[in-house]
């Protein structure tokens, strides 16, 4: 992080919480540091001016200052609000999952990543435009995979490194990728794919987002790209996702 005793920072708010009589402890990710905290103090006042650019999903840029332990938020200013993701529980509830997941794979102080915080700001647009949420989310999962070090092997098999042929395939959590039929048969812990999911896996793998958002996989290969990516998620991160649960209250 930088030296200096104030510095501005675009960032997104995360998450926040009640801290000490009336100030908050929020968790930002920034394009120029990284994930970091900061205390907005008197934030939970009613007279506060810096509460309502600090609500969680909010891109703002936030002058910051060093305290003794945390940073300290001096000023902020909303470049977007995202409205609209407030105003509709199943898109809040989607918002809550990038951020989770982004919060997950993260560790703060570890330098800035302007390309992630270019990708969470665009999926958060995204969502607050698009009516089908699923094509922003699992194009950001598999982008965030990229940025993390966890970018699954989708082209050649994982075990014998034959080139995926176009047919049913295996997927092995622990290995990180596509396992063929001939290698997969009989062996434990492997989930299968069929070759449209994997199809369009690719596809969000390697396409501009403009491209990927044509794709019209069916019900079935969405719900099957789904789950894998969520058994994915939870062997990386040992631990299962808080925010799919409440996604799934929210359809019913």
């Not at 997941?101 to 958060?124: C, I, P, W």
């Not at 492997?190 to 044509?214: C, M, N, P």
Request: charged share 25%.
């Amino acid at each position: 992080m930088t030296d200096f005793r104030s510095f501005r920072a675009s960032t997104v708010v995360l998450r926040h919480k009640d801290w000490g009589e009336a100030d908050q402890l929020l968790t930002l990710y920034t394009r120029e540091h990284g994930k970091v905290r900061a205390v907005a103090k008197g934030a939970r006042k009613i007279t506060s001016r810096k509460a309502g650019h600090l609500q969680p999903f909010t891109y703002a840029t936030l002058q910051l200052a060093k305290g003794r332990d945390l940073l300290i938020v001096t000023q902020a200013e909303t470049v977007n609000a995202f409205l609209a993701i407030g105003e509709d529980l199943m898109k809040t509830g989607y918002a809550s999952y990038i951020v989770e997941l982004l919060d997950r794979f993260t560790y703060e102080d570890d330098g800035g990543h302007s390309a992630t915080f270019k990708l969470l700001v665009d999926t958060l647009e995204r969502l607050e435009k698009e009516s089908d949420a699923w094509t922003a989310v699992r194009y950001y999962e598999m982008r965030l995979l990229d940025h993390v070090g966890f970018r699954p092997q989708l082209l050649e098999c994982v075990n014998c490194a034959r080139a995926i042929l176009p047919e049913d395939q295996y997927f092995s959590f622990s290995a990180g990728g596509a396992i063929c039929p001939r290698c997969g048969n009989g062996l434990p812990n492997l989930t299968s794919i069929s070759v449209e999911t994997l199809k369009y896996l690719r596809h969000f793998q390697r396409s501009s987002y403009r491209d990927a958002s044509r794709a019209q996989p069916s019900p079935a290969s969405k719900k099957e790209a789904e789950a894998l990516m969520q058994g994915y998620f939870t062997y990386l991160l040992e631990r299962a996702l808080n925010t799919p649960g409440f996604i799934k209250r929210v359809k019913k």
